[in-house]
């Protein structure tokens, strides 16, 4: 079996302009859509919300809700949009998606679970996952969590994704939900025993190579959420040391190579910031980084959309030295 490793879906983050710009550093590693609901695929806009660059690809829809002829219907819809996949979100702790009976919640419910992913399985021919967490509030008990995916597994979901923490719904942030709760590996490794025949991947915690080497012991894949947003270039070396491939751009490469995509988006009318803001990690680490991060604070917040911005950049980058100084 393929070792995996996949960017998380991210609400506010992981949008088509992010993951056109991951992609151009990264060939190998699955992308993901932030979380759209169900409901919204039906009745709303499809196209703005399906739509994608296939360079993007290989990329996953992660889709929201609870009811199983909604489910049903949406992935139907979605499957001739070109998605290698489609994920259900089990893991999301927002009240908000509380209230509205979908994500983490549905952990309490996991006969619904498994009647969702039924649904959705004799929908479509895409291969339908499941995103979880190990428990939820104070509930964390792997007898509990191994009949989950039981039921799961039996309804037609073989691949699993666990974030190796529980979900506090009721006291904490969707933010504090990423660092509160203590991560449990074990329980993620655990299941994978239990679970020989199907995909476990593993989120959580994961920000650097030797962790994710670590992981690929015990599981087939690992999924990477705040590190890659945050220092994109990651991607760069997990396609070096884990992909062994080093045809890998440098990172202003990787900024001339999003000029012409910039371009025609603006074009479109998509304003320069709604692009550029995923970029301003991208030399994070690196002597000079703060000249890029002031700079694309002062310049990529316009109304209207300016080409002449986007080449500015570009030269202030170069004019000022930073092509080596940020790549050293």
Not at 3 to 26: E, G, N, Q
Not at 56 to 64: A, F, M, N, R, V
Not at 253 to 261: A, D, F, K, R, S
Request: aromatic share 8%; glycine share 6%; with cysteine.
């Amino acid at each position: 079996m393929n070792k995996s490793v996949s960017v998380a879906p991210m609400m506010d983050c992981t949008d088509k302009h992010d993951r056109y710009f991951l992609r151009l550093i990264s060939k190998n590693v699955t992308l993901y859509t932030e979380m759209i609901v169900a409901n919204a695929i039906i009745k709303g806009d499809r196209n703005s919300l399906l739509s994608f660059n296939l360079f993007e690809k290989p990329i996953s829809l992660q889709i929201g809700g609870s009811a199983p002829r909604e489910l049903a219907e949406a992935v139907k819809i979605a499957e001739d949009y070109g998605y290698d996949e489609i994920n259900l979100n089990l893991g999301c702790p927002s009240k908000k998606v509380q209230k509205n009976k979908f994500g983490a919640c549905l952990m309490k419910e996991p006969n619904l679970v498994g009647d969702c992913i039924s649904a959705m399985k004799n929908a479509c021919r895409l291969p339908i996952t499941a995103k979880t967490r190990i428990g939820f509030d104070n509930f964390e008990n792997y007898e509990y969590l191994k009949n989950f995916f039981t039921i799961i597994n039996k309804a037609g979901a073989k691949t699993f994704i666990i974030h190796a923490r529980r979900a506090i719904l009721s006291k904490l942030s969707p933010k504090q939900n990423l660092n509160i709760p203590p991560l449990n590996y074990k329980f993620v490794y655990d299941i994978k025993k239990d679970f020989n025949d199907n995909t476990v991947i593993l989120n959580g915690g994961v920000d650097s190579i030797e962790k994710i080497k670590m992981h690929l012991n015990k599981v087939d894949g690992v999924m990477i959420g705040r590190a890659a947003y945050h220092s994109p270039y990651f991607l760069a070396d997990i396609e070096k040391e884990i992909f062994k491939n080093n045809n890998v751009p440098t990172r202003v490469e990787v900024m001339e190579q999003m000029i012409p995509y910039i371009k025609e988006q603006t074009k479109k009318g998509t304003g320069l910031n709604q692009i550029m803001r995923h970029t301003i990690g991208l030399f994070h680490g690196q002597r000079g980084s703060s000249y890029w991060k002031r700079y694309l604070s002062e310049n990529m917040c316009i109304r209207e959309a300016d080409l002449q911005k986007v080449n500015h950049i570009m030269d202030h980058i170069k004019k000022n030295n930073l092509t080596t100084s940020l790549e050293r």
